[in-house]
């Protein structure tokens, strides 16, 4: 015997539970995807295959939902909206894995089965027939049909750069690919279109070592450097291979690694450079990186960097650091190494992490990028800002990707990357697989907490997969909130931002931390949304959550 439905995209399936029967939308824009999962549960376990019978079978994606161990999914301190309110370690349905010619179910388990539906189909109404049998046998045990349809209404692009940083000696590592070796890139692509494919939108951007100082840090250095005597040259080809290879998948904005250590701001990146005879350490993790030889270094390179990245016509574009997360005391330093780069870059966007104030007050950053819980300050004086979260932001009911949060949780930043009028978004971490404690290179399947030190999903959205990134669920819901972001600026276009942010706060959206915790209301209102866009609502100012 076997029993089968289709569950919401918004739903964590966990295999001794039966899923909720959440409201699922069955409308896509014009040139979005459409997603939704076939859970089944069997009395007997075995080997089954699954077949689709449509006209859009091209437009089909199946992955396999798999489960991944948390040791550490939460900080002690938290809220109570999440998964298991009292701490605990489990297993938890994240990774997709494309979906072979035949799946193991387990008697009396629930097996899920991860649908994208491509975009790129005409608007008109589909159907499609998920006909499951005996793999060994053939014998067919469940025959269902989902309908679903594409409207003609095609959102906006994403206004805003969208940032999750790589780590690319992870994927080196992962794969067994030199760094920037032709393999490399190979792969390297497949990361990026998958980023690209699911909202993020800005690429960061190696200059130098990405990590000031960690233990068993990689040279990543894309500029070839030489130094004679006490004159400089720069060649840029390998930084215009790398800058070719993410336009083509893809990416518009691009974000340069940090000129100086995460908070403190006292040591330089790993830098080498040819004097003729040679490379050598230029620069290195102990040198202080408020010395005068690195100062005139940083004065005679980023000019020139941005004379390339003018030539290729990508300037405006660019967004360049200084030092991550300075505080009170880091200041002054801060200041000093911020002077520099607003001298070396007069045109160049400068971001930062800061939750101070003061560092906005400095006229250095075009951009804090401010923590979600601290932006009331900012906001309040008409900063222009980009938000980030990390796993400071754990309670409060702040959106965050953590595993033991629901996937609304994680998808409701696009709503508030908008309601807030936030310019940017950043993520420290699209790959990190490192142990947070040793920093060498783990398989994130086993090890999801960094090591035990950061809650389960912090350091990462996808995992290493046969030369590509095997998607989280977590990464398709953030997409779905960059795309609730775009559908919130393209009813922008129909009604002025005015009357939007009239319709979410009459709905309960504010701030960072306000918003509805129920599936089917969220569900309700975007269907609401839609009617809007479609000229379908009786009234765009009525309360889509009421009964």
């Not at 979906?99 to 991860?114: A, K, N």
């Not at 002025?496 to 309960?508: A, D, H, P, Q, T």
Request: charged letters at 25%; one cysteine or more.
């Amino acid at each position: 015997m076997i029993i089968t439905k289709f569950v919401s995209p918004l739903e964590k399936v966990f295999r001794e539970n039966e899923p909720r029967d959440t409201l699922i939308d069955r409308v896509a824009y014009s040139n979005e995807s459409l997603c939704f999962q076939l859970c089944l549960t069997t009395t007997q376990t075995g080997r089954l295959y699954l077949k689709t019978e449509s006209e859009i079978n091209d437009h089909i994606e199946i992955c396999e939902l798999k489960y991944v161990p948390a040791l550490m999914a939460d900080y002690v301190e938290k809220d109570d909206y999440r998964i298991f309110t009292e701490r605990t370690s489990t297993y938890y349905p994240d990774l997709l894995e494309p979906l072979g010619s035949r799946f193991i179910v387990t008697e009396g388990y629930w097996t899920t089965l991860w649908v994208t539906i491509k975009p790129g189909l005409s608007p008109g109404n589909y159907s499609i027939r998920f006909i499951t049998g005996d793999y060994e046998y053939c014998d067919v045990l469940s025959d269902d049909i989902f309908d679903f349809s594409v409207c003609d209404i095609a959102l906006e692009r994403c206004d805003i750069p969208v940032s999750c940083w790589m780590y690319y000696d992870c994927i080196a590592a992962a794969h067994r690919a030199p760094l920037f070796s032709e393999k490399f890139y190979d792969i390297l692509d497949n990361y990026f279109i998958t980023a690209v494919e699911n909202g993020i939108n800005t690429v960061f951007v190696p200059l130098f070592a990405q990590r000031i100082p960690k233990k068993n840090s990689k040279n990543m250095q894309l500029i070839d450097i030489r130094k004679i005597g006490g004159r400089y040259s720069f060649d840029f080809s390998g930084l215009n291979r790398f800058i070719d290879h993410a336009m083509r998948c893809g990416f518009s904005n691009f974000e340069f690694t940090h000129i100086a250590s995460t908070k403190e701001g006292k040591f330089c990146p790993r830098i080498t450079a040819d004097d003729g005879q040679g490379k050598y350490l230029l620069f290195g993790e102990k040198d202080s990186a408020q010395s005068p030889e690195y100062h005139l270094f940083l004065k005679e390179f980023f000019p020139r960097l941005f004379d390339y990245l003018k030539e290729k016509q990508i300037s405006e574009n660019c967004y360049f650091h200084i030092f991550d997360e300075p505080g009170q005391r880091t200041a002054e330093a801060y200041e000093a190494l911020g002077s520099i780069m607003r001298e070396c870059l007069p045109q160049g966007k400068l971001i930062d992490a800061v939750n101070d104030f003061c560092f906005s007050e400095m006229n250095i950053l075009d951009y804090p990028v401010v923590g979600t819980n601290n932006v009331s300050p900012f906001i309040e004086s008409n900063k222009n800002i980009w938000v980030y979260y990390c796993c400071d932001q754990s309670g409060q009911y702040l959106s965050n990707r953590f595993f033991n949060f629901t996937l609304l949780r994680t998808r409701v930043i696009g709503l508030q990357l908008y309601l807030n009028d936030v310019k940017g978004f950043l993520h420290w971490a699209y790959n990190d697989w490192h142990d947070m404690n040793t920093y060498q290179v783990i398989e994130p399947r086993f090890v999801s907490d960094g090591g035990g030190v950061l809650p389960a999903g912090d350091t990462f959205l996808v995992y290493p997969g046969d030369k590509q990134a095997d998607v989280s669920i977590r990464l398709k819901a953030f997409a779905e909130g960059i795309k609730d972001y775009r559908t919130l600026k393209t009813l922008e276009n129909k009604m002025g931002r005015k009357s939007v942010l009239s319709i979410l706060r009459k709905y309960g959206f504010d701030g960072f931390c306000k918003y509805t915790h129920d599936e089917n209301t969220f569900v309700k209102f975007w269907i609401f949304v839609r009617e809007l866009l479609a000229d379908k609502a009786a009234d765009g100012l009525m309360y889509a959550g009421e009964n």
